[in-house]
């Protein structure tokens, strides 16, 4: 079910294009990247302000409210480039032990997401009452930081699962 | 070959030393990049761009730190195919002009009293040359030349 889905989505035209094509995969591939650059240093940016590391002369508040947003777009872009990516070789993708690693990666970011929601991220300005920031942003830092450089690794090891046979592209 | 680098003798070896690479780059690019919005007007309005550019600048620097230096171990594995790849002249190109432009002229462009405009020309200057880096970088994959 789920991989004759793949099969149809990869075996798309603008998806058959984009496997055969010779450099506009290279294009999609750096914009994500640059995506991640972009993305990835707002979530450090984030994390090291709510560990008390750096922006200090901030409010919690500001920052996290400075960088929400364009934490999202940011994000959307890299995932949209990602899911391009993906596409064009979805039912190898599905195969590839990293891509599930990297999935459940984003699973285990969703859930984070909904943990500290409430006492972190949607409520900055109470993290700002104490002298150092209370242990719970320091943890939501700090599990933030970690799921995101796995979910790095996972993303640069995907390319090295090597191809399999039996593929069905058109 | 008389002496073996060490590093192709274990496959896992640039893999993982691509990963600290990215985690690198992204860290210095990414938090250069904050700053360059920054002039060019979004982002963090109560503090002046000097603030933002001061508080990231060291972490901006062991980025950039750990980048080239696990980029200087990639380049040890293959020499002549990097010497060989334009796209890897240009990268470097792009790369001395990003590092000299960010400690001279990025520099004096977050200082007060610097007109508007020329902050955003030197943000946009900044950007343009660090997402050369990235694309560079990305397209050195794309031809393999080696010695015949």
């Not at chain 1, 901030?58 to 400075?66: K, L, N, P, R």
């Not at chain 1, 409520?123 to 939501?140: T, V």
């Not at chain 1, 799921?147 to 640069?156: E, N, T």
């Not at chain 2, 405009?117 to 080696?146: K, Q």
Request: hydrophobic letters at 55%; a positive charge.
């Amino acid at each position: 079910m789920l991989i004759s889905f793949l099969i149809w989505l990869q075996n798309l035209e603008p998806f058959t294009e984009l496997r055969s094509s010779g450099y506009v995969y290279p294009v999609v591939l750096a914009l994500h990247v640059t995506a991640i650059s972009l993305f990835g240093a707002m979530i450090v940016a984030t994390d090291l302000r709510l560990l008390g590391w750096a922006l200090r002369d901030g409010s919690i508040a500001d920052v996290v409210d400075w960088l929400r947003w364009p934490k999202r777009i940011g994000f959307l872009l890299a995932a949209t480039c990602g899911f391009l990516l993906f596409s064009s070789k979805a039912e190898e993708y599905y195969y590839n032990p990293f891509f599930r690693i990297k999935i459940l990666l984003f699973t285990l970011v969703a859930v984070h997401a909904m943990v500290f929601r409430k006492s972190v991220y949607g409520s900055p300005a109470e993290l700002d009452l104490g002298a150092q920031p209370p242990a719970r942003a320091k943890l939501a830092a700090g599990l933030s930081l970690f799921l995101w450089l796995a979910i790095l690794c996972a993303g640069r090891a995907i390319g090295y699962v090597a191809g399999r046979p039996g593929m069905h592209f058109k | 070959m008389l002496i073996e680098n060490p590093l192709s003798t274990s496959p896992s070896s640039f893999p993982i030393l691509e990963c600290f690479h990215i985690a690198g780059f992204a860290l210095s690019i990414g938090m250069t990049a904050l700053v360059d919005f920054r002039l060019l007007g979004f982002g963090l309005q109560k503090q002046p761009p000097a603030q933002i550019a001061r508080a990231f600048d060291w972490w901006m620097f062991g980025g950039l730190i750990v980048a080239v230096f696990s980029g200087l171990l990639l380049f040890s594995t293959d020499p002549d195919m990097y010497y060989l790849n334009w796209f890897f002249l240009i990268k470097m190109v792009c790369l001395v002009l990003a590092i000299v432009f960010n400690y001279t002229i990025h520099r004096r462009a977050v200082t007060p009293g610097l007109s508007p405009a020329a902050g955003r020309a030197v943000a946009f200057v900044s950007l343009a040359l660090w997402v050369s880096v990235i694309f560079g970088g990305i397209f050195i994959a794309v031809i393999r030349p080696g010695l015949t």
